[in-house]
């Protein structure tokens, strides 16, 4: 199979226009020539994550009528790796969505990747092959005078996450638990 594995992050950032990545993301996306892929726990986290605008997710579901998204099926012969995977990540730790992706480029040789998530996808590796080759290439939004997401971990199990403008002051802050 041919194609670059598709993470949640990008599905939402090319719909959301409000998406601080949404620029840069649609830029990464203009690079990709193979097909688009992802697996379901994916979709149905950027579903999730558009539940606020019918808008959004009818545009998700778009993608998938006309051929420009296709789902790689899973089934209970994946579960057991994904379990594995998640286990062996547990530090991180790794999501349903992330082993699920894993999973399925073990098994369909896939090794580019479009996310957000730069920083499990570099640790990840599908099975013993090299490192991911994660789409985009990342670009500092710093260096192109955008915003800046700064994560703090708080107390255990606390996160503070802060946006900084161009000139590094706080412009929203979000806690996460």
Request: charged residues 25%; contains cysteine; hydrophobic residues 40%.
């Amino acid at each position: 199979m041919r194609g670059v594995l598709v993470d949640a992050g990008p599905l939402v950032a090319l719909l959301d226009q409000d998406d601080p990545a949404h620029e840069e993301t649609v830029e990464a996306f203009k690079t990709v020539r193979d097909p688009l892929v992802t697996v379901w726990p994916a979709f149905t986290e950027a579903m999730y994550v558009l539940r606020g605008s019918w808008r959004g997710q009818k545009a998700l579901w778009s993608r998938l009528e006309t051929d420009a998204l296709t789902l790689v099926p899973l089934d209970e012969r994946d579960a057991p790796r994904m379990r594995a995977l998640m286990e062996k990540y547990r530090d991180l730790p790794m999501d349903l969505t992330d082993a699920a992706l894993v999973c399925v480029a073990e098994r369909e040789s896939l090794t580019h990747i479009f996310t957000l998530d730069r920083t499990h996808f570099s640790i990840y590796r599908p099975g013993r092959r090299r490192r991911f080759s994660i789409v985009p290439a990342w670009i500092s939004r710093n260096q192109r005078g955008g915003a800046q997401l700064t994560m703090t971990l708080t107390t255990p199990g606390l996160a503070l996450v802060t946006m900084f403008t161009r000139n590094r002051c706080p412009s929203r802050e979000t806690r996460y638990r």
